[in-house]
């Protein structure tokens, strides 16, 4: 059971606009620390896609973008495209457990 | 270009002990602004953070994992290694080096290719 919280799938049609949730609590987005977003391919280890809520490394598109309120974090990407299709994996820190905590990924079909 | 190569045994027993590698080139290991961390991916699953260090050798661990964890680092050949004693079925998993800074974020920015561990009896 992961600390925080993700939706297990999403799903979206080339070209809209998906969200992927990531609900922590008190002791983590909710204590204002950051939050980070990797995108993750079959096979391959786990990119940087977005990092303090809503920065984006050189080299990622602009239709990728992050958001924090509250206790929840979310990832947006606009203009779906075929290859967006991966697992995504927020995390932050946890003061309760001093320790960095992760969400447990969602996997992101293009229909 | 930074990059991050994890080495070891693929296969270890139950009970034993989980030895891995990770050589940094393309940079140094004894930079002041960042720490050297391992995350691992259990089959199918999430991301866990095992731990981290720093170059002078200071070390953070996961509290679940701490009394099984050492993080060691060797400046001289450019690498820090992990070793998880006692190890059960639950630990097979794909281990992955990484880096992130000591200051402005707390993501891990680099990201080896990953070392499947299997524990196996």
């Known amino acids: 059971q992961s600390v925080l919280t993700q939706p297990p799938s999403v799903s979206g049609a080339p070209g809209q606009r998906i969200t992927i949730s990531c609900t922590g609590s008190s002791s983590n987005i909710g204590a204002n620390y950051d939050v980070h977003w990797y995108q993750q391919f079959p096979g391959t280890a786990p990119k940087l896609l977005i990092y303090?809520?809503?920065n984006r490394p050189s080299g990622v598109p602009d239709r990728f973008s992050g958001s924090k309120s509250g206790t929840s974090a979310s990832l947006a990407i606009t203009g779906l495209q075929a290859e967006d299709e991966a697992d995504y994996h927020c995390?932050?820190?946890?003061?309760?457990?001093?320790?960095?905590?992760f969400g447990g990924g969602t996997r992101l079909t293009v229909l | 270009q930074l990059q991050l190569q994890e080495s070891g045994s693929g296969l270890v027993k139950p009970s034993e002990t989980l030895s891995l590698t990770c050589t940094v080139s393309?940079?140094?290991?004894?930079?002041?602004?960042?720490?050297w961390g391992w995350i691992r991916q259990p089959p199918g699953k999430g991301l866990e953070w095992i731990g981290y260090i720093f170059y002078t050798g200071g070390t953070q661990y996961n509290a679940s994992l701490k009394t099984r964890v050492t993080i060691s680092v060797d400046t001289s050949k450019n690498q820090f290694s992990l070793k998880l004693a006692s190890v059960t079925a639950a630990d097979t998993a794909v281990y992955y080096c990484t880096r992130r800074r000591v200051t402005g974020s707390a993501s891990w920015d680099y990201w080896g290719q990953g070392s499947l561990v299997t524990v196996f009896s």
């Open positions: 393309g940079g140094s290991i004894s930079s002041s602004s960042h720490y």
């Open positions: 303090n809520i809503n």
């Open positions: 995390q932050s820190y946890d003061s309760s457990l001093s320790g960095v905590v």
